[in-house]
């Protein structure tokens, strides 16, 4: 790993923090703009109630001298669990300035990993969004608690209101005791591939983060809105909170991730973060909602996006477009383009991805309505986001370049390597034995990449993701996956097939597409599949499908908290199915097939 092959330019330097510290952050924004509104929570009569940043800076004082009081010490860890919404973003701020160590709890999270997480942190305290999330953390954890908080009226003894922590007077104190390199957070990976790793992180170390972050995004400005929607537990959700007070932001918080499209056309965002499942429902759900249209506005939404793709390819190779083309488009972009963007709002230029890869189909499709999605690239292991693609700079199927303070390489077998001021010091409690850091500070990212020679990285695959069939060829699923996800109504593609003569797919489909006649609904299947990976290499494209309604899910242990798939717990709970489709594959010896398992759940289907 440390014969490198190939160096990108070196990285921008950082511009160092002022103040070193995440409530320094505040007190230089609440010091500078103290009535200017800050953040935006909705009332429980549907408004949307405006906090100042100088009423933020105050709620925070106030809570570090409560947290302080009820007995937080320094480096004391404190758990937050609560759905998104401003007082989680006071208590984490509060827990800082008095000298402890923030925590993220996804209310959402299986238990036993909740409790995995509290037994590791031994919290000394708990900020919750309600009493009976207390459960969720086990008796062993709850036992050690000095102090419990809850964000909406306590309803037992023994439980600090939260809004009793913000009566504390904090005036003539110097309330935020925090130091640049005293731990600021402790995060956990996602765990797809066995039990979450902490990793900790300082103060200095966030602020670095909000710097990186903040000069590929310069249009994050004074009075700019952002969505705050993504479970706050979500490390990148909180550094654009916390990049919102660097450059005065505003932040609006939707508590129910699932009502985000309820509330984004009154949001009206400048920027917009999401994950790929995301914005793969998103275009399903404009695509569901064009399908019911009359025929005359299908047609015309179908040649403005045609259109609006032409132009879009013009713009991405740097070809002037011709007369015609921008007549067509201007016609395009009054008729139907600006409406299809307005449901995201009016101020909306340009969307971020990450925590999976994206279908390069699926970003040309944004595009060509003007919408460009922008991947990013990140590891929990590396505060700092690795690479970007910047509004000014982007390149499809790629994750951007180099953020400044990451300098990347790549290792001989093609892994990316990573080096900065960002990385971890090694998992929490288990120190550098598991890290994957070599001698020369570079920790390996887990993915083959390549890079090329502007600095543009695009990730092959995860190594620990990529199988050999028994004909010797090497299969990366991902990208053979983004290729199955054009197919409508397929919720989930995997594809499997290590030591097979060819790989195969497990695809989950909708229960309105399971409602179809078993017959047309293979041929329709079979046919938009084959489509859909007819340019791949014939190595890499799948010799069968399975088929099903039956969703993964975070409870069932196929999802983590974050959407990402489990694939060793897939293919496990699967492989009795997986088997009997390539039993069907073999007895067939060339002929097409299409079957039905046993208890009916399954569909099985060649190509």
């Not at 965002?269 to 429902?281: A, M, Q, T």
């Not at 477009?321 to 007549?327: A, I, P």
């Not at 229960?511 to 078993?518: G, H, K, V, Y």
């Amino acid at each position: 790993m440390m014969n490198a092959m190939r160096n990108t330019p070196r990285p921008d330097k950082l511009q160092n923090s002022a103040t070193g510290t995440v409530p320094g952050l505040l007190r230089a924004r609440c010091a500078q703009s103290p009535d200017a509104a800050a953040l935006w929570q909705l009332s429980s009569s549907g408004q949307w109630i405006p906090t100042t940043w100088g009423d933020y800076g105050k709620a925070v004082a106030a809570l570090a001298a409560g947290f302080k009081r009820i007995g937080l010490a320094h480096g004391d860890r404190v758990g937050i669990m609560s759905a998104t919404c401003k007082e989680w973003d006071f208590a984490q701020l509060g827990v800082l300035a008095a000298g402890g160590v923030a925590v993220g709890l996804d209310p959402y999270a299986l238990d036993e990993h909740t409790q995995e997480i509290a037994r590791r942190c031994n919290f000394a305290g708990v900020v919750l969004g309600h009493p009976s999330l207390l459960e969720k953390l086990g008796n062993e954890a709850r036992g050690n608690l000095r102090f419990i908080v809850s964000i909406e009226p306590p309803t037992a003894p023994g439980i600090v209101a939260f809004d009793s922590l913000l009566a504390d007077s904090a005036e003539g104190v110097d309330w935020d005791q925090s130091q640049p390199d005293d731990a600021a957070t402790l995060i956990f990976t996602s765990g797809t591939t066995g039990a979450p790793k902490g990793i900790q992180y300082s103060h200095r170390q966030m602020c670095l983060a909000v710097s990186a972050i903040l000069s590929a995004f310069p249009d994050i400005g004074e009075g700019k809105r952002l969505a705050c929607w993504l479970p706050l537990s979500n490390l990148f959700q909180r550094m654009i909170n916390l990049c919102a007070i660097e450059r005065s932001a505003q932040t609006f918080y939707v508590a129910d991730p699932r009502e985000i499209m309820k509330f984004v056309p009154l949001i009206e965002p400048h920027l917009f973060i999401g994950v790929p499942r995301f914005y793969e429902k998103l275009y399903a759900g404009m695509q569901e909602a064009i399908a019911k249209k009359p025929a005359w506005q299908r047609h015309l939404v179908h040649w403005a996006l045609r259109i609006g793709d032409l132009n879009a390819r013009a713009e991405r190779t740097g070809r002037a477009s011709g007369t015609l083309l921008k007549l067509q488009w201007a016609l395009a972009e009054r008729l139907v383009l600006s409406k299809l963007r307005g449901i995201l709002g009016s101020n909306l230029h340009f969307m971020i991805s990450g925590s999976a890869p994206m279908p390069l189909w699926l970003l040309e499709r944004f595009h060509a309505m003007g919408l460009p999605l922008l991947e990013a690239y990140g590891l929990s292991e590396n505060i700092i986001p690795i690479a970007l693609n910047r509004p000014d700079r982007y390149r499809f199927g790629s994750v951007g370049q180099p953020l400044p303070g990451c300098e990347v390489r790549l290792a001989e077998d093609g892994e990316l390597l990573v080096r900065g001021p960002g990385v971890f010091s090694g998992y929490f409690g288990e120190g550098l034995a598991e890290a994957r850091v070599d001698a020369d500070g570079f920790l390996a990212s887990g993915d083959f990449a390549s890079i090329d020679a502007e600095g543009f990285i695009t990730l092959i695959g995860r190594k620990s993701e990529i199988f050999k069939t028994s004909t010797g060829r090497r299969i990366a699923p991902t990208s053979i996956e983004c290729h199955l996800k054009q197919v409508q109504q397929v919720e989930h593609a995997l594809v499997f097939g290590a030591r097979r003569a060819q790989p195969v797919a497990l695809l989950i489909i909708t229960e309105a597409a399971w409602q179809e006649d078993r017959h047309l609904l293979c041929e329709r299947l079979r046919a938009e599949v084959t489509q859909a990976v007819a340019a791949l290499p014939a190595y890499q494209r799948p010799a069968g499908l399975v088929i099903t309604a039956q969703a993964l899910t975070i409870a069932g242990g196929e999802l983590t908290a974050n959407l990402k798939l489990r694939r060793l717990n897939i293919e496990t709970k699967y492989a009795k199915v997986l088997n009997a489709l390539y039993s069907h594959i073999d007895a067939a010896a060339g002929a097409r097939i299409e079957a039905q398992s046993d208890d009916g759940l399954y569909l099985f289907c060649s190509l």
